[in-house]
C-alpha cells in the first residue's frame, strides 16, 4: 500500500499562492492515478485536480480551472499542487489520493489518502 504525505499548506492573503506537495512511497507509479481533493468541516471531500501517472493526463474542476496546477515529478515520486489567484473560498483541508484504476471525481473510489494540509485563504 502506498503512503502519502502532503505538505506546504499555509495561511496566505487572496490573491497568493501556494504550492502544495504530495510525497508518495514506494514509487507513484504503482498506482494509475494521482488526485487532489479538498475538504471544508461540514462537506463532501471534493476533487479538484487529477493526473494519470501514465501519460500525465490532467483534468480540473470548473472551480480550479485556469488557477490550479496539478503537475507529477516520477523521479521524486512526488504530485504537486501549484495554486495560484487563491480566494478565500479555496481555504479547505487539502488532501491527495492515489488509486489503481481509471482517475474519477469521486473520493469513494479511492484507498489511499494522505494525512491532509490545510490551507487558509484570508481576505
Known amino acids: 500500500q502506498v503512503q502519502l504525505v502532503e505538505s506546504g499548506g499555509d495561511r496566505v492573503q487572496t490573491g497568493g499562492s501556494l504550492r502544495l506537495s504530495c510525497a508518495a512511497s514506494p514509487f507513484i507509479v504503482k498506482y494509475s492515478c494521482m488526485t487532489w481533493f479538498r475538504q471544508v468541516p461540514g462537506q463532501e471531500r471534493e476533487g479538484i485536480a487529477r493526473v494519470a501517472t501514465t501519460g500525465g493526463g490532467t483534468h480540473y474542476a470548473d472551480s480550479v480551472k485556469g488557477r490550479f496546477t496539478i503537475s507529477l515529478d516520477n523521479a521524486k515520486n512526488t504530485v504537486y499542487l501549484q495554486m495560484n489567484s487563491l480566494r478565500p473560498e479555496d481555504s479547505a483541508m487539502y488532501y491527495c489520493?492515489?488509486?489503481?484504476?481509471?482517475?474519477?471525481?469521486?473520493?469513494?473510489?479511492?484507498?489511499?489518502w494522505g494525512q491532509g494540509t490545510q490551507v487558509t485563504v484570508s481576505s
Open positions: 489520493a492515489a488509486r489503481a484504476g481509471l482517475c474519477e471525481w469521486s473520493a469513494s473510489r479511492y484507498d489511499n
